[in-house]
């Protein structure tokens, strides 16, 4: 379904945007007849313009479905190594495990400690352990 969605927003924004940027520059042009200008006005409205704003929801909609599995993904890796850990978990093992940057992990992870209310340790070396309650 999302494949679908893509080449379908992908075919009604190369469709509607030449259209419509064509129509427009007919429409505006002050040099042509008046019931030309009318018909650009009408094929903006009725073609151009109603294509480019299907096939920009459709790859609004795959971009926030594929964000949701992202964010669902990792908040579930999440769960999942701060019960294997004990209620600990570290930048490392949540950046290996979810194969995202150590900075995205170290962002989530400290979103994820004021959310859960979590102490952490910070080791000789610098690196951060989160304890989160059980």
Same mark, same amino acid.
């Not at 042009?29 to 650009?40: C, G, S, T």
């Not at 094929?43 to 096939?55: D, E, F, Y």
């Not at 995202?100 to 352990?129: C, H, M, P, W």
């Given at each position: 379904?999302?494949?679908l969605?893509?080449?379908?927003?992908?075919?009604?924004?190369?469709?509607?945007i030449?259209?419509?940027?064509?129509?427009?520059?007919?429409?505006?042009?002050?040099?042509?007849?008046?019931?030309?200008?009318?018909?650009?006005?009408?094929?903006?409205?009725?073609?151009g #313009?109603?294509?480019t =704003?299907?096939?920009?929801?459709?790859?609004?909609? &795959?971009?926030?479905?594929?964000?949701? @599995?992202? %964010?669902?993904r990792?908040?579930?890796?999440?769960?999942q190594?701060?019960?294997?850990?004990?209620?600990?978990?570290?930048?490392?093992?949540?950046?290996?495990?979810?194969?995202?940057?150590a900075?995205?992990?170290r962002?989530? #992870?400290?979103?994820? =400690?004021?959310?859960?209310?979590?102490?952490?340790? &910070?080791?000789?070396?610098?690196d951060? @352990?989160? %304890?989160?309650?059980?």
């Amino acid at each position: 379904m999302k494949t679908l969605k893509k080449i379908l927003a992908g075919l009604f924004l190369l469709f509607g945007i030449p259209i419509s940027i064509a129509m427009a520059v007919d429409w505006l042009n002050p040099d042509l007849e008046p019931k030309d200008r009318q018909d650009a006005f009408y094929a903006l409205v009725i073609i151009g #313009l109603p294509s480019t =704003a299907l096939g920009g929801f459709l790859a609004w909609n &795959v971009y926030q479905q594929e964000h949701n @599995t992202d %964010r669902d993904r990792l908040r579930s890796t999440f769960f999942q190594l701060v019960e294997e850990g004990n209620g600990t978990i570290s930048v490392m093992k949540l950046a290996m495990t979810a194969q995202i940057s150590a900075e995205e992990a170290r962002t989530y #992870l400290n979103e994820r =400690a004021k959310e859960f209310n979590a102490d952490f340790e &910070v080791n000789d070396r610098g690196d951060i @352990t989160y %304890r989160f309650p059980l």
